[in-house]
């Protein structure tokens, strides 16, 4: 079962970041920039839609509002990538240097406003250990966002990074957004004001497995927030743009239930929810 993280006191173990800490973060007005445009399937995606702008920012219209229910984002990779460390400080604010794996799968939610639209992450951080990849595989299905984490410090992990990749799209609609995050980008040292080998590398396979590639450290909080925000970014504009589709039913990767689009109509007198036909939610 994931474990669901209660508020309160964290362990004292755990060390608050405060500097890179940006509290507006959750707010997106504007496409965020790929990390580089040569290692991204999604280069030519530098703005959102003209519809997704189009809907989102109109004061009328058959089609507004609309609610989005929550995108899915699985991550996955080899154990001790630092998965974890990557989720907590995004959404805590911090790191914990002493290692602890995750058994089975943890579990958070984000929400953020994009483009004056209210829109969620459930974020599903699977374990790396063999041992509970039977557990891990179960969440893996009706996934929006794959992201698979690798350590830029083992190249062995970059190795891994086809499989993990190939294991999660065997429950998915291969329409799914996809990410190969390496992180651990402090420990690189002097070379990271440059590309180094293993990076040159992961760009490389970044384009045999059409996902984009991303550089992060959890530690220093480089490229984290950017990471999140764009990937959000990505499937908020994904789902609208799917939702608007002329003359054809709504459209989710997989056909995930805990993607169900629903719209208001603005003639509509109860100002009811009108059910997605496509998911037959009631």
């Known amino acids: 079962m994931p474990t669901f993280r209660k508020a309160g006191k964290k362990s004292t173990s755990y060390e608050l970041l405060n500097n890179n800490v940006d509290y507006g973060t959750r707010k997106v007005d504007r496409m965020p920039a790929a990390y580089c445009d040569r290692a991204s399937p999604y280069r030519d995606r530098v703005d959102f839609g003209d519809r997704t702008k189009r809907v989102c920012r109109s004061n009328s219209g058959t089609v507004t ?25 995004f959404c805590h604010e911090i790191f914990d240097a002493e290692y602890r794996g995750t058994i089975g799968v943890d579990f958070e939610v984000e929400k953020f406003q994009v483009l004056g639209h209210s829109y969620s992450l459930q974020i599903w951080d699977t374990a790396g250990h063999e041992r509970f990849k039977c557990i891990s595989q179960a969440y893996y299905r009706n996934a929006n966002v794959v992201v698979v984490v690798f350590d830029l410090t083992r190249a ?21 957004l996809k990410f190969l995050v390496g992180t651990k980008k402090d420990l690189l040292g002097n070379e990271s004001t440059c590309l180094t080998d293993v990076e040159k590398e992961a760009m490389t396979m970044s384009s045999d497995l059409h996902a984009e590639f991303w550089s992060v450290s959890a530690q220093t909080g480089e490229n984290v927030t950017k990471l999140f925000q764009r990937l959000t970014a990505l499937a908020f504009d994904t789902a609208v743009q799917r939702l608007m589709e002329p003359n054809n039913p709504v459209v989710h990767p997989g056909g995930n239930s805990l993607l169900n689009l629903y719209f208001l109509k603005k003639d509509e007198k109860d100002k009811k929810l009108k059910r997605c036909s496509f998911c037959k939610i009631n």
């Open 65 to 89: 509002p609309f609610y989005l229910c929550a995108c899915k984002v699985i991550f996955v990779g080899d154990v001790a990538t630092g998965k974890s460390s990557l989720v907590n400080r």
């Open 156 to 176: 062995e992990s970059l190795l891994n990074a086809r499989r993990w990749l190939d294991e999660a799209l065997k429950v998915n609609h291969p329409g799914v």
